[in-house]
């Protein structure tokens, strides 16, 4: 058990490091959020605008993440005061302490969602349903409250056990093995669906951008899931960061995790938009009817039960949904059980059961009103993330010493890291102006 004396835990090989690190990144924000999110907001377009976020802001704010953990190897909260002394950038920290509260607790209902259509899946209830009957029962299920419930505490619970158990032995382990599976699966999923009828016209909508479409809103909403899906602005991969070792580098690890991160999203769009619309021609159904946070749960089982051996094949896509879900939530906890093992000098035991809990009475409310559940996902990733990755990047930019970020990224000078003159040209200018801009914009016409 690592108590705060104790040497630090560390990630054991880079493979480890880029499955934990993806595995943090992919999860539902790709799978459920990503689909709605582009589905609401005029599809290529929105992609368009999500990619670009990721490339020009996206990328720079995770090496700085993982710089500013490695380097200070601290907590969020620690590594600001460690790395500036007396000043107030640790406030950023304490925001990505909150921010992992918030998240966790809408996340984990969705991923206790996850949970509840395996089990339906097993007992083959959603067989021969057609997508208003689905839509009908996933309602009905999000109305009820105590299964939902149900489900959020044991979703909570595992994610707590398998923290516990640290780093190389608890997250590392798992992810290494089920990540390659659910990007099997995902491509399985694509490619049957690119072969029914109709299936063009979902392509076209998710790839083709309709720029009278965008809005300083959408444009936000764009930023705050690159930011969301990608797990930064609060410090979850400043914490990872804080687990490398320092030889493995900085840059190939972030692009690695950003690229899969993508690949997934653009492959979950690629699963279900088309067949929106192969089942739209018959069920005379749209997009705009059937996004909101149901579309995965409708869309997906919809596919599945039209192929032979459906029941199976559904039974396994969510388990895997739920173990991406789980490689993310592990994640966002462990960003508060380090910060209260070493900011309260609590055993990882301890800090691990009062995250559990305290995250579980928010937890409750999110399931229980669904005005909560939507203030939380919209503020921590359209708000919250932002803010924290303007932050990030204003510090590496502006005030972090420069040597220390050179060494960092160049493994004091083993590693040639020629993109650093562009990545210090995004950190300075680009990202937090463009940051700045979208926010102040799109919270302006938001509200
Ligand atoms: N990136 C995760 C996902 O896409 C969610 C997440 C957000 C995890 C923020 C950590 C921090 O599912």
Known sequence: MQTSNSPRDSFSSRFGVIAAAAGSAIGLGNIWRFPYETGVNGGGAFLFVYLICILLIGLPVMIS??????????NPFGAFKKLAPGK???????????????ILAFYTVVAGWTLEYIYQSFLGTLKDKDPVELKGMFDSFRNESYRPLLWFVIFISLTGWVVIAGIKDGIEKYTKVLMPLLLLMLIGMSVYVLTLPGAFKGIEFLFKPDFSKLSSEVVL???????????IGMGTLITYGSYIKKKENLGATALSVAGADTFIAVLAGVAIFPAIFALGNVQSLDVSSLADEGLVFITLPSILYSIPGGQILSTMFFILLAVAALTSTISVLEVIV??????????????????????????????????????????????????????????????????????????????????????????????????AIIFIYGLWSAF
């Open 65 to 74: 993440e993982f710089l500013i953990g490695r380097s200070a190897q601290r």
């Open 88 to 102: 107030p950038w640790f406030l950023i920290g304490l925001m990505g302490v909150v921010a992992a509260f918030m």
């Open 221 to 231: 909403k764009a930023l705050g899931q690159a930011f969301f899906s990608l797990s």
């Open 338 to 435: 380090t910060y209260f093992v070493e900011e309260l000098k609590l055993t990882r035991r301890k800090a691990t059961v009062s995250a559990v809990l305290s995250v579980s009475v928010l937890g409750v409310l999110s399931v229980l009103l669904t005005g909560v559940f939507g203030f939380l996902n919209f503020t921590s990733a359209n708000i919250l993330l932002p803010l924290g990755g303007l932050f990030i990047v204003l510090f590496v930019g502006w005030f972090m010493s420069r040597k220390v970020t050179l060494e960092e990224l160049t493994n004091k000078g083993e590693v040639r890291a020629r993109f650093i003159p562009v990545y210090l040209f995004l950190v300075k200018f680009v990202a937090p102006i463009a940051i």
